[in-house]
């Protein structure tokens, strides 16, 4: 039998879909991975898990250094994630509103730490860290955070910003609205959604990062992944774990409200 | 209002070439032009959100160019409205009112009364989404003149409407006017409208003005071919003779050597042109008592709603002529191919120098 043109296509896209699916799988598996095994009874890991216990997680919320740490890490990922949107606001009005000269150059430095390797950025970042006697201070990883943050609200708000004519904003100015009247009423109101989901990534950017924390904190401004990553060096509990977890639900919470808050504020 | 060698340059090429323009307080001013001839770059210097780069607008004898745009005190209606999609139409309405402070108590009594004039209660709590393109732009025009500017500016205002509606809302625009009397600015690429709504019009090409005049001036004497074809349909020859007589009826020699009797106040010479409007020109089987009458051949006939069109082709010559007649009464229809006489006055006849 002939296959006609029409059933090629059609198995062309079951092969895309479980090509998908295997992938999506593949990333999954890890992740549950470490949901179950941090529900370990034992004091080692092992999979499948032989018991179910939430002794760990318990230990975890007792064990003041993982506290101190995740209270540092939310501490630093709020400071981090509104200097990056507020910069990235500024940033995305200058290139697509302003389209002030070397607004091209703008746009490629706030998208870079995205694409940059991090290690760069922290090797560059620790002589001024120390230069300006910052390091080791939560300032130290609120300004590298705040770098790494950057395009998450610059490449929101650029895309905001292009969705609607920027007549808008000149019809506010031609009605007697002078330029802070018109962000605070038109400006503002018609990117609010992407600002909120440009925070919401930048601090979630933030609550992950390592390696900029390696080198600019110290033991009393550790975040929770550079604690993770400490202890991780000399034992391998459940309870790492458990800690582990935590920071992926409170991830996933966050990636949630970026896609759910901004359609929220948008209908309202 | 006078604009004074206002010119705009864009990377050396003049999108404005410098123009200069007297406004009368309380006229209805149009400006029409293809697209790109620099209308709209030219009302964006007058309201303040493009800046000339040379020449002065002044406003009662005060030049308004270091004048930020938001204290001009100018209204304007944009293209498309820009209305703010996630205010109300009450609140678009109060916003020139809420930006300049006043208060609440205030701001609600005037916003009311300017719905009120633009038939527009009822809707006040609804998004502009949720409008009809009519009502959006009365929102538009209620929300520009609340704060009674002197001078409204209005760029292409009906362009996205569809005919019946833009008929009915020039009427609008019109009884707008009269009642505010403030002046109008009003760009727009449609000829109709143009006439329709304002005193004065002036046709703009490649960033210059090529006449101002009232809207039948502009089409009974036009000064160059480009405005007798912008506004209306023309047919146009170029003239071959020169002669020095005017003011009397004299003849005129087109390009293929056809002769025309013209009476024109402008001397016809070598490069010049013929015009002549549709409309003056008579067809019919016999023709009796016209300066020129010629025997011709129907090439193509239509017949539109309210205008019977003709396209004829004058016996032994190269012209073809456009020809619009009125369908009424015993108004004979001339099928294609059908030989007939045309005719017209030498006063139809208008000699254009460009």
């Avoid at chain 1, 295997?22 to 004091?43: D, H, M, N, Q, R």
């Avoid at chain 1, 006697?133 to 590298?144: D, K, S, Y």
């Avoid at chain 1, 900029?212 to 400490?230: C, D, G, N, Q, V």
């Avoid at chain 1, 992926?248 to 896609?259: D, K, P, Q, R, Y």
Wanted: glycine content about 8%.
């Amino acid at each position: 039998m002939k296959m006609s043109e029409k059933m090629i296509w059609a198995a062309w896209e079951r092969i895309l879909r479980a090509l998908v699916t295997v992938v999506l799988i593949g990333f999954l598996v890890p992740i549950l991975v470490v949901v179950a095994v941090s529900f370990e009874p034992k004091t080692y890991l092992s999979f499948p898990p032989s018991g179910f216990s939430v002794q760990w997680y318990v230990q975890f919320i007792h064990n003041g250094d993982y506290t101190s740490a995740l209270m540092n890490s939310i501490l630093i990922g709020v400071a981090a994630a509104s200097l990056a949107t507020i910069a990235g606001i500024c940033g995305a009005l200058g290139v697509i509103r302003a389209a002030a000269p070397g607004s091209t150059l703008v746009g490629i430095l706030s998208v870079a730490p995205a694409v940059l390797p991090q290690i760069v950025l922290a090797i560059g970042l620790y002589p001024i860290s120390v230069w300006l006697g910052l390091q080791g201070t939560l300032l130290a990883v609120i300004f590298a955070h705040a770098v790494i943050g950057l395009p998450f609200p610059f490449i929101t708000v650029c895309g905001a910003l292009t969705a609607y004519s920027s007549r808008l904003e000149i019809a506010s100015m031609s009605l007697g609205a002078n330029y802070f009247q018109t962000f605070r009423h038109v400006t503002f109101p018609m990117i609010r959604p992407a600002v909120i989901a440009g925070f919401i990534f930048a601090f979630a950017a933030s609550l992950d990062e390592l390696v900029l924390a390696i080198f600019l904190s110290s033991p009393a401004t550790r975040t929770l992944p550079l604690l993770l990553w400490e202890q991780l060096n000399f034992q391998i509990t459940p309870e790492l774990a458990a800690a582990a977890t935590v920071i992926l639900v409170v991830t996933s919470i966050l990636i949630f409200a970026a896609t759910v808050l901004p359609r929220l504020s948008k209908r309202g | 209002m006078s604009i004074r060698n206002v010119s705009k340059t864009y990377a050396s090429i003049d999108a404005v070439a410098p123009t200069s323009l007297e406004i009368e307080s309380g006229d209805f001013f149009a400006i029409i032009g293809p697209s790109g001839s620099g209308k709209s770059t030219l009302l964006g210097m007058i309201a303040g959100y493009i800046d000339p780069s040379a020449g002065q607008i002044a406003v009662d004898g005060r030049d308004i160019v270091p004048v930020p745009i938001y204290r001009r005190n100018i209204g304007m209606v944009f293209q498309n409205y820009a209305l703010f999609p996630h205010h109300t139409v009450f609140q678009n309405v109060a916003y020139p009112l809420k930006v300049r402070g006043l208060a609440k108590q205030e701001i609600a009594t005037r916003v009311r009364e300017s719905l009120a004039m633009e038939r527009l209660e009822g809707v006040e709590t609804r998004k502009p989404a949720e409008l009809s393109g009519g009502q959006q732009q009365r929102v538009a025009l209620a929300r520009a003149s609340i704060y009674q500017p002197s001078i409204l500016l209005m760029d292409e205002p009906l362009g996205a409407l569809d005919k019946n509606l833009r008929d009915e809302m020039q009427e609008e625009i019109k009884r707008f006017h009269h009642e505010l009397g403030v002046t109008v600015i009003y760009v727009t690429h449609d000829q109709q409208e143009a006439a329709f709504l304002a005193d004065r019009v002036a046709i703009m090409k490649d960033g210059k003005m090529v006449q101002i005049d009232t809207p039948r001036l502009l089409y009974e004497q036009p000064n160059s071919r480009f405005v007798a074809e912008f506004l209306g349909e023309a047919s146009i020859f170029s003239v071959k003779s020169t002669v020095a007589r005017s003011g009397q009826k004299h003849k005129v020699v087109l390009d293929d050597g056809t002769q025309v009797v013209v009476r024109s106040k402008l001397r016809s010479a070598d490069g010049h042109f013929a015009c002549i409007r549709p409309e003056r020109i008579m067809i019919g089987a016999r023709l009796k008592g016209l300066d020129n009458v010629y025997r011709a051949t129907v090439r193509e006939s239509l017949y539109t709603p309210g205008s019977i069109r003709y396209r004829v082709a004058l016996d032994g010559t190269d012209c073809v002529l456009k020809v619009r007649v009125l369908p009424q009464g015993n108004v004979e229809f001339h099928e294609h191919g059908t030989s007939v006489q045309v005719g017209w006055s030498a006063d139809d006849t208008i000699i254009l120098k460009e």
